[in-house]
């Protein structure tokens, strides 16, 4: 259901803006400990944390990657990574997805530069839709048409890359059951380190 909260404010109240590289994936049917080893995390790192603690530095790990990892809507489990470009990977959406499973990505790594890369659903490792954050129109895939039932009144032609961004997050949460929101951004869940991730 979507509700009236811009989630492009939602997120810069959390420290998340156009200024900080961010990557997110929400994968359907796993458990938090599957989705970190199927990532390749080093298991024996998991800490409760939350997000504050990661954006301070107090969980970070210099040329490691940062992911945080907690249950979601139901049967859903969401990742963000602030270090490291693990969920920005072909590998990892087909593990993540392998066995009939389904992912929805959605980053920037460089905002100012590269703005909002495209919003990436993959089911069972392959790519079914990838939309255009901006241009709904532009799309590619085995099934570029998958989501059109959930776009509807989405303003992904909005006159700022916040409305765009609000739309991505809310069509995402359309298709997982529950919107990103203070409840999850606010709560403590498994911190992980990715050893020697790319930068």
């Known amino acids: 259901m979507d509700h009236d909260k811009d989630l492009w404010e939602l997120l810069a109240a959390h420290g998340i803006d156009f200024d900080t590289p961010f990557r ?12 970190a080893r199927r990532l ?4 024996a790192t998991a800490q409760p944390a939350g997000w504050r603690d990661i954006l301070t530095g107090s969980y970070r790990e210099r ?24 969920l920005w990977r072909w590998d990892s959406w087909a593990q993540l997805s392998r066995d009939g499973g389904r992912m929805l990505y959605l980053g920037w790594p460089l905002y100012e530069i590269e703005g909002v890369e495209d919003l990436q659903y993959v089911v069972d490792g392959d790519v079914v839709t990838s ?42 949460g359309r298709i997982t059951g529950k919107e990103i929101d203070d409840e999850w951004l606010d709560g403590v869940h498994t911190r992980y380190v990715i050893r020697g991730g790319d930068q």
Do not use: K
């Open 63 to 86: 040329g490691d990657g940062i992911i945080w990892v907690g249950p979601h809507a139901p049967g859903w489990v969401l990742v963000i990574q602030l270090d490291g470009n693990h």
């Open 24 to 35: 997110s994936v929400w994968c359907e049917g796993l458990a938090v400990e599957e989705v």
């Open 131 to 172: 939309l255009v954050v901006g241009d709904p129109e532009e799309r590619d895939g085995s099934d570029p048409d998958a989501l059109d039932g959930y776009l509807s009144g989405l303003d992904f032609f909005g006159d700022s890359a916040r409305a765009e961004i609000t739309s991505a997050l809310r069509l995402i």
């Open 40 to 43: 390749g995390a080093d298991m």
